[in-house]
């Protein structure tokens, strides 16, 4: 193999990395705009080009129109939320566990709200958005059944699946932007209210096999 | 001072009663497609011109915010307080009930609603004051449950039942996991009746 062959691969990775990095800030460019402005659910092209300190053709090189971009952001967000939030204490006390639990899933609602509201009231508009709000969804449930798994394994299925809906309910984007906005409510006074919340709801926790 | 004729009186009624239609209108609209109609779509529904809905509203904001009115008017005459003194399971189906046909029938205006909030201030102030008549008739419906609790106690269990019966919750039971009416409703009076402290007994047990 000769130098020359062996160093262009190299050459092609730095310029396809260089390309991901253009996509992730014009991506987290958008996501800033969202928050600072939530009632303009699409910032302009030129806006975002600016705020990523890119050109507006940079961005239609890399996504074909504004849609596949709020796509985009919303599979960052998925793995964003992925990434920061991995499941703590599942094998702690029944407190414990909700608290974890709670905590986390405050935090990815805190970030998340912006482009949730985004989501939401684009999906019927957009196909390419029902799988990813499914997801979201899907991940919000299979959560809550690693980190509630003795109190749900007491259940019958029917029950579970009732439970992890109520669940998801409380736990809802919009039911913590409520009360964080609409209640004033404090980060941890609004943690407060889930986490009583979801103790009264869970059945009472099963003695350990070790017990 | 001159009482109006009849004459007068039947101009009125008559005009009420096209003010209702294009309300009507838009309202089916509404249900229809989740985006706010153009005056030219209500007018054609309505049966009626864009003019007529123009000297009785005096711009589509007004017409929408007036239209906001009448459907929670409508939503409440429909939404009936019933069973405030019966027992606990009496009182829950009462409330879930209510609750549950409220949300089938004005879902796709509220999230038409919710999703417009953000443009006009008076429509934040409206989805506020529906927020609040719901949480108020979840307090008149649990009030033992509900007495028991401290100020703060009841301030945060009020703010999870209202998040467990919000709209949206209602929608995700029904289209999302495919739950019947009943099974959906059941799903709530269960959540609730965990939610909610004990029953404490009346005065004249």
């Avoid at chain 2, 039971?173 to 019947?180: E, I």
Wanted: net charge positive; charged share 30%.
């Amino acid at each position: 193999m000769s130098i020359t062959t062996a160093s262009k691969p190299a050459r092609i990775d730095g310029r396809r990395l260089r390309s991901e990095r253009t996509k992730q800030l014009i991506i987290e460019a958008y996501l800033a705009l969202l928050r600072e402005n939530p009632v303009m659910p699409m910032p302009t092209a030129a806006r975002i080009a600016e705020r990523a300190g890119y050109s507006v053709r940079s961005i239609f090189e890399r996504f074909p129109d504004l849609n596949k971009l709020r796509a985009a952001a919303a599979d960052y967000q998925l793995a964003q939320a992925a990434a920061l939030a991995p499941p703590r204490n599942i094998d702690g006390d029944r407190a414990t566990r909700i608290k974890s639990q709670v905590e986390t899933r405050a935090g990815t609602c805190e970030r998340g709200v912006a482009l949730w509201r985004v989501l939401i009231f684009s999906v019927d508009e957009d196909e390419e958005l029902k799988p990813r709000v499914r997801t979201a969804r899907e991940r919000t449930i299979e959560r809550m059944e690693i980190m509630y798994r003795p109190e749900l394994s007491t259940l019958s299925e029917r029950d579970r699946k009732h439970m992890l809906i109520a669940l998801e309910a409380i736990t809802d984007i919009e039911s913590w932007a409520r009360m964080r906005e609409l209640y004033g409510l404090s980060f941890e006074e609004a943690c407060g209210v889930w986490i009583r919340a979801i103790d009264r709801m869970l059945p009472p926790t099963p003695p350990t096999p070790s017990n | 001072m001159a009482l109006p004729s009849p004459s007068q009186d039947g101009r009125r009624l008559r005009s009420e009663r096209t003010k209702q239609s294009i309300m009507d209108a838009y309202i089916e609209l509404l249900r229809e497609k989740p985006d706010v109609p153009t005056a030219a779509q209500i007018a054609a529904r309505a049966g009626i011109s864009t003019r007529s809905v123009f000297e009785r509203f005096v711009d589509l904001k007004g017409l929408s915010l007036s239209t906001l009115d009448y459907a929670f008017a409508m939503g409440e005459a429909q939404a009936v307080v019933r069973d405030v003194d019966g027992d606990r399971p009496t009182r829950l189906r009462s409330h879930v009930e209510t609750r549950a046909h409220t949300c089938e029938r004005w879902l796709p205006v509220w999230r038409v609603v919710v999703a417009n909030q953000g443009k006009m201030e008076e429509l934040r102030d409206r989805v506020r004051f529906i927020r609040q008549a719901i949480v108020k008739r979840v307090e008149l419906m649990y009030r033992p449950e509900l007495g028991v609790l401290s100020a703060e106690e009841r301030r945060d269990l009020l703010i999870a039942l209202e998040a467990l019966i919000d709209f949206e919750s209602w929608a995700r039971m029904r289209d999302g996991h495919g739950l019947s009416f009943e099974e959906a409703c059941s799903v709530w009076m269960r959540m609730i009746d965990r939610m909610l402290p004990p029953t404490p007994p009346s005065r004249d047990e």
